[in-house]
């Protein structure tokens, strides 16, 4: 069964970090670019980066760039993505997916595959 699981997200004050991670199960991420989105209530979907499967390309909203870092693991078959000076306008529900990742911009593929996302909460 294809599946990808996010896992690291909670509740952290203004200014703190946090490391979310994407596992991938059923079949091997090498393959694929993979992208992290978020949606805030009330908000549209965003992309929040990505990275591709080969060559090291990523992206990253302005919204973010500076402050999160999106890697991956092959051998161990997740993408992680750290966030650092957190906002509170970074509370969102994060969640990743394949991917089509160029440096300017990240959209879902045809794939679709996607994990159940996990919570971000910037708050005092």
């Known amino acids: 069964q294809v599946q990808l699981v996010e896992s690291g997200g909670g509740l952290v004050q203004p200014g703190g970090s946090l490391r979310l991670s994407c596992a991938a199960s059923?079949?091997?991420?090498?393959?694929?670019?993979i992208g992290w989105f978020r949606q805030a209530p009330g908000k549209e979907r965003e992309g929040v980066s990505c990275?591709?499967?080969?060559?090291?390309?990523?992206y990253y909203a302005d919204s973010v760039k500076g402050r999160f870092t999106i890697s991956r693991d092959n051998a161990k078959n997740t993408v992680y993505l750290q966030m650092n000076s957190l906002k509170p306008e970074d509370t969102a529900v994060y969640y990743c997916?394949?991917?089509?990742?160029?440096?300017?911009?990240?959209?879902?593929?045809?794939?679709?595959?996607w994990g159940q996302g996990t919570q971000v909460t910037v708050s005092s």
């Open positions: 990275i591709s499967s080969s060559n090291g390309t990523t």
């Open positions: 997916a394949t991917a089509m990742c160029s440096h300017w911009d990240v959209v879902p593929s045809r794939d679709n595959y």
């Open positions: 059923g079949f091997t991420l090498d393959y694929y670019a």
